[in-house]
């Protein structure tokens, strides 16, 4: 089958063999595919990221749910933000049947372990025609959602999570710095639990425009009209959430430099490399710093339902669709913020 294919940090398109579909487990054709930006900073960073990695687990003791780490130098297909069709299923299946359509937490399991999906040598990702998921960790799409909109449950699960761990609640204020995608599934989740105001702050015209959309009260470029100062002359008093959804260096410190006394930040942006910041900074404004990753199997659910009722609109953040093919240029294109948000890979 067609792939985009991951080894030695670079992407090529080649054909790859099907996956084998074992206990528990379906095989499924892949209908959409969202490109994430980890998945761009992988092909960057990723050799960084693993060594980190592999020093976190160093001395630690075994955790059987953690995923089995891919080698870079085999072939891996990324792509974990996937709604497919189910086409077979395996022995022990018993709640999905063939041509249900489902998304699914991204990972699998079989005797080996856990396998992260689309970061693994064993288990395709959504970057390919077709995947084998497990039965336990998907979820059925509601009749009438698309597919397209049902792939973007990954990406808001993310900001249900990031919102969910910041402990926000009403009668406080959120400051978003960075509008891709992560920020904006922020904005998302905050503006369904009636968060206000909230304000983002992004280089880039088109995605401020879509933080707008999503229910930021304001906008700014911020070599323009600094965040904190647009959250003064709009509030200034409600306690301030900060939430550094850009993962550059520099970015933690210079959220510590904006925040208020007694200011939570909130770390949702991947930043794989190092980074240095001034630790007096936050002991002086009794800063509290809260770094999150992914989302829990229930966060998955209430972000596919928050799709499916409507509860929030993210079709304005799909903006370009693309085959298999098209993957490495579309690797390219998400480059260009005022040209992208969200690609999605369909597959023929």
């Not at 240095?276 to 992914?294: A, C, D, N, R, T």
């Amino acid at each position: 089958m067609r792939a985009a294919v991951m080894r030695d940090w670079s992407l090529r398109v080649d054909d790859i063999p099907e996956p084998f579909m074992g206990g528990g487990q379906v095989l499924a054709k892949v209908l959409a595919c969202g490109i994430c930006g980890s998945d761009l900073h992988m092909l960057v960073h990723g050799e960084e990221s693993r060594r980190l990695s592999a020093e976190m687990a160093e001395g630690q003791a075994p955790n059987p749910g953690s995923p089995i780490m891919f080698e870079p130098h085999r072939d891996t297909v990324m792509g974990h933000e996937f709604c497919c069709e189910v086409l077979d299923v395996g022995p022990g299946v018993n709640n999905l049947k063939q041509g249900d359509i489902v998304v699914s937490f991204p990972v699998t399991f079989d005797e080996q372990g856990v396998h992260g999906i689309g970061f693994s040598n064993k288990y395709p990702g959504g970057y390919s025609e077709r995947i084998v998921i497990n039965e336990m960790m998907s979820i059925k799409v509601p009749n009438g959602l698309s597919a397209e909109l049902a792939a973007m449950t990954e990406p808001l699960a993310v900001g249900v999570h990031a919102v969910e761990k910041s402990r926000i609640a009403q009668g406080d204020a959120a400051v978003i710095i960075g509008l891709g995608p992560v920020g904006l599934a922020c904005i998302a989740e905050l503006k369904m639990r009636g968060i206000g105001p909230i304000i983002g702050a992004d280089f880039s015209p088109r995605r401020r425009a879509l933080a707008e959309l999503l229910g930021a009260d304001v906008v700014v470029d911020p070599r323009e009209v600094p965040a904190i100062e647009a959250w003064r002359k709009i509030d200034g008093k409600k306690p301030l959430v900060i939430f550094e959804a850009v993962g550059v260096p520099g970015m933690i410190e210079q959220a510590m430099r904006m925040a208020p006394k007694d200011s939570r930040i909130l770390i949702v942006g991947a930043c794989m490399q190092e980074d240095h910041m001034h630790p007096m900074l936050g002991i002086g404004k009794e800063l509290s710093l809260q770094f999150v990753l992914g989302y829990s199997p229930i966060e998955f659910g209430d972000a596919l339902t928050a799709i499916a009722e409507g509860k929030v609109d993210l079709s304005p953040l799909i903006t370009g669709r693309v085959g298999i093919d098209g993957v490495p240029q579309a690797f390219k294109d998400l480059g260009d913020p005022e040209q992208h948000a969200k690609i999605l890979v369909m597959p023929k």
